[in-house]
T-cell receptor
C-alpha cells in the first residue's frame, strides 16, 4: 500500500482517558501534517513535521496534545485527559520535501469522547 | 496572511447539469500551491488536483476542469454533466511557500439530485 495509513480508523474513549493515534506517511515523504476536522467544518491545522523536526504547531494544540515523529518516519498524536470537545476526525497528510506534486491524506481517525 | 474562501456553502444541482465551485485565495507568497479535495460521506479527503502558482494553464480531467486565474486569485472547479456520485463536500486548499501548513476553505457541499 503506497498511501497514507492511519490507525485506528475509529476510537471511542471515555472522557479523561488518554488516546494515541498513528500515521504512516507515504514512504520517503519528508513532510507530515496533522489536521483536525469537526462535523461541518473544514480541516484545522494542528502540527507539521519536516523529517523528525516539529516545525510548526497550532495554538489549537493545547498542552494536552503532543505529537512525535521519531526517526522521521511514522508519527503519533497523543491526546491526554480527553474532553468531549476533542471528538473529531484526525487527519494526517504527507508530501515530499521537494517537488510538491500531490498531497495525500489518510483516511483519518474518528475520535468519539463519551 | 494566508486565507482560502469558498463562498458557496451548499449547492444542489440536477443530474447532468454543470456546476462550478468557487475558490478565492489570499497569499503574499509568490510561490504557492493550490489543491482541490473531495470528501465523500466516508470522511476521507480525496486528492483531485494540485496547481502551482507558476502554472496558469487550465486543466481538464474527464468531467472535471479547473480554471486558475492569478489576476483574480481564484481557482474554480467545474464538474460537467454532474452525476449522483459527485455528491460530496469539496475543499479548496492553499499550501504556502514554506510548506508549513495547508490552509483550507470551509468547503462546499454539493448535492446532485437524480
Amino acid at each position: 500500500d503506497t498511501g497514507v495509513s492511519q490507525d485506528p480508523r475509529h476510537k471511542i474513549t471515555k472522557r479523561g482517558q488518554n488516546v494515541t493515534f498513528r500515521c504512516d506517511p507515504i514512504s520517503e515523504h519528508n513532510r507530515l501534517y496533522w489536521y483536525r476536522q469537526t462535523l461541518g467544518q473544514g480541516p484545522e491545522f494542528l502540527t507539521y513535521f519536516q523529517n523528525e523536526a516539529q516545525l510548526e504547531k497550532s495554538r489549537l494544540l493545547s498542552d494536552r496534545f503532543s505529537a512525535e515523529r521519531p526517526k522521521g518516519s511514522f508519527s503519533t498524536l497523543e491526546i491526554q485527559r480527553t474532553e468531549q470537545g476533542d471528538s473529531a476526525m484526525y487527519l494526517c497528510a504527507s508530501i515530499p520535501l521537494q517537488g510538491t506534486t500531490e498531497a495525500f491524506f489518510g483516511q483519518g481517525t474518528r475520535l468519539t469522547v463519551v | 496572511a494566508q486565507k482560502v474562501t469558498q463562498a458557496q456553502t451548499e449547492i444542489s444541482v440536477v443530474e447532468k447539469e454543470d456546476v462550478t465551485l468557487d475558490c478565492v485565495y489570499e497569499t503574499r507568497d509568490t510561490t504557492y500551491y493550490l489543491f482541490w479535495y473531495k470528501q465523500p460521506p466516508s470522511g476521507e479527503l480525496v486528492f483531485l488536483i494540485r496547481r502551482n502558482s507558476f502554472d496558469e494553464q487550465n486543466e481538464i480531467s474527464g468531467r472535471y476542469s479547473w480554471n486558475f486565474q492569478k489576476s483574480t486569485s481564484s481557482f474554480n472547479f467545474t464538474i460537467t454533466a454532474s452525476q449522483v456520485v459527485d455528491s460530496a463536500v469539496y475543499f479548496c486548499a492553499l499550501l504556502s511557500n514554506t510548506g508549513n501548513q495547508f490552509y483550507f476553505g470551509t468547503g462546499t457541499s454539493l448535492t446532485v439530485i437524480p
